[in-house]
């Protein structure tokens, strides 16, 4: 597991989410306020959509894909109405910087 600096915290501020890429990772990271960010796979496990224009819910800490609807819960990854799963990966705030822990 390596931590990667993704982006300056106050760009991130600005735009509200960015997609980091890693390899054939896409890597979409999401502030959720105060410093506090969340990093999931943007690919959705239903037919493969990117999942940085879905829908978020800050209350019920879910992100729905706008394709079908699919929502997923951002602490887990877990699909509300199915077994799929989406990979969520440790990121934190460091110094002014996002980081994403890649394993
Ligand atoms: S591609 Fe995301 S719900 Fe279908």
């Known amino acids: 597991m390596t931590w990667?600096?993704?982006?300056r915290y106050?760009?991130?501020q600005r735009e509200q989410r960015c997609v980091y890429r890693h390899e054939r990772l896409k890597i979409?990271?999401?502030?959720?306020?105060?410093?506090?960010?969340?990093?999931?796979?943007?690919?959705?496990?239903?037919q493969g959509y990117p999942l940085e224009d879905g829908m978020l819910d800050p209350e019920k800490n879910t992100l729905?894909?706008?394709?079908h609807l699919w929502a997923f819960n951002?602490?887990?990854?877990?699909?509300?109405?199915s077994r799929?799963?989406?990979l969520i990966f440790p990121a934190k705030v460091e110094g002014g910087e996002v980081w994403v822990e890649i394993p």
């Open 64 to 67: 729905t894909c706008n394709h």
């Open 74 to 81: 951002l602490g887990d990854g877990q699909c509300t109405a």
């Open 28 to 46: 979409l990271v999401i502030d959720r306020g105060q410093e506090q960010v969340q990093a999931l796979e943007n690919r959705c496990p239903h």
């Open 10 to 12: 106050t760009t991130l």
């Open 4 to 7: 990667h600096k993704v982006t």
């Open 84 to 86: 799929a799963k989406l």
